[in-house]
C-alpha cells in the first residue's frame, strides 16, 4: 500500500510529533514477528527544550538505513508551510549518532503513537 507522500521529488513523508525533553533512539525492525532483528543501525538524537528538533532523512536503500541532512531546507520550508508556529522557531539541527552497535543497544521504551 503506498502512501500519501509530502513530495513529488521523492518518495518520502515528513513527520512531526512532540516529545518531552530528552535523549531518543530510532532503530530497525522487522515487523514479521516470526523473524528477528539481529542487525540494525541505532539513531540516536535529543530533544532540547524550546526549540524544534530536526532529525533530517532516514531511508531504507536497499541494503541498509541510511540517515541524510540533504533534504534540510525543502523540510523546513514544508514545516513552515503547514504549522505557522514553525515561522519562528528555534530549529536544532541534530547531527544524528550512529555509533551506537544494535547488539549493545536495550530497548528502553516503544512510541506507539508515530503516525
Keep these: 500500500m503506498l502512501r ?4 513529488t521529488d521523492t ?4 513527520r512531526t510529533i512532540e ?27 535529543e530533544v532540547k527544550n524550546g526549540s524544534v528538533s530536526y532529525i533530517g532523512n532516514i531511508y531504507y536503500n536497499g541494503v541498509d538505513l541510511i540517515w541524510s541532512s ?8 514544508y514545516f ?3 504549522n505557522s508556529s514553525f ?4 530549529i536544532d539541527e541534530q547531527n544524528i549518532n ?9 530497548v528502553k521504551g516503544i512510541i ?4
Design 19 to 45: 516529545l518531552p525533553v530528552g535523549k531518543y533512539y530510532l532503530i530497525g525492525w522487522h515487523p514479521n514477528p516470526y523473524e528477528i532483528t539481529i542487525k540494525s543501525p541505532v539513531f540516536e538524537f
Design 80 to 82: 513552515k508551510s503547514k
Design 112 to 115: 506507539w503513537d508515530v503516525p
Design 4 to 7: 500519501n507522500h509530502s513530495f
Design 98 to 106: 550512529t555509533n551506537i552497535k544494535f547488539r549493545d543497544f536495550k
Design 87 to 90: 515561522l519562528h522557531a528555534a
Design 11 to 14: 518518495h518520502s513523508t515528513v
Design 70 to 77: 540533504k533534504y534540510k531546507a525543502r523540510d523546513f520550508e
